[in-house]
């Protein structure tokens, strides 16, 4: 069996079917898995080669907290920085959490990066006043299983916006690119089981190391 090298070009379905023997649909359906993986990349006009490096993946139907879910994936990562301060909240924050501009709020700051050194993404976490977080908690533990065991804050959904952004002076000084790179901006607004808002965060995702992928099915057309 031959073995491709990270970036090495693969062979074209029709090849590889012929080769095993098998149909090019099914050919086709193993490479989406594999790029879905984050195991090769298609480009068109070249093909389809081996990745560089594997990228993390997560999906869009399903959140916890990005400790958790890499765990469950078998990734190792570990806190590269952990800041926590009070500030004042501005005025998208203040109307989230329904609060005044005096009020301050807990903000926590996190690299999360990879036992070789490697960051892989940056997060803001804001949260409401009510919860009484403080910089002396835990917060090595994944996020939301810290709030349930913690403060009884039980987490239960979410609204996201994802944009495309330049990674900018200061964030990439911490992701270790340049101002110009290109990262993914999520934001996420969290409420807890009875709807009172929870948590705002804003996480930078390199995009070289990060994917989000989307699975939607076909609505039934009438």
């Keep these: 069996m031959e073995v491709y090298k990270k970036g090495a070009l693969l062979p074209k379905e029709v ?16 490479t989406n898995k594999l790029e879905h ?29 990005f400790t958790r879910e890499m765990q469950e994936k078998g990734i190792n990562v570990i806190n590269q920085l952990l800041k926590t301060e009070e500030i004042q909240p501005n005025e ?3 109307n989230f959490f329904s609060i005044t501009p005096d009020k301050k709020i807990f903000k926590l700051s996190k690299l999360k990066g ?4 490697d ?3 940056y997060f803001e976490s804001y ?3 009510r919860i009484g977080i403080n910089k002396n908690d835990d917060f090595d533990m994944p996020l939301y299983s810290m709030l349930q065991d913690h403060f009884g804050v039980i987490v239960d959904r979410s609204r996201e916006n994802i944009s495309a952004c330049h990674a900018g002076a200061v964030i990439g000084k911490k992701l ?6 290109p990262l993914l901006k999520r934001e996420r607004f969290v409420y807890d ?3 009172k808002p929870v948590e705002y965060n804003v996480g930078y995702y390199r995009s070289d190391k990060f994917t989000y992928t989307i699975d939607i099915n076909k609505s039934t057309e009438s």
């Design 15 to 30: 090849d590889l079917a012929n080769l095993w023997g098998v149909s090019r649909n099914t050919i086709r359906q193993a």
């Design 92 to 94: 998208e924050i203040c």
């Design 37 to 65: 993986e984050g195991l090769i990349v298609r480009k068109k006009g070249v093909g389809t080669r081996v990745a560089e490096k594997k990228s993390l993946v997560t999906g869009l139907d399903h959140w916890y907290s």
């Design 119 to 121: 960051p892989i993404v």
């Design 114 to 117: 990879e036992n070789s050194g």
């Design 193 to 195: 089981i009875n709807g």
């Design 176 to 181: 270790k690119v340049p101002a110009t790179f």
């Design 127 to 129: 949260f409401h006043p």
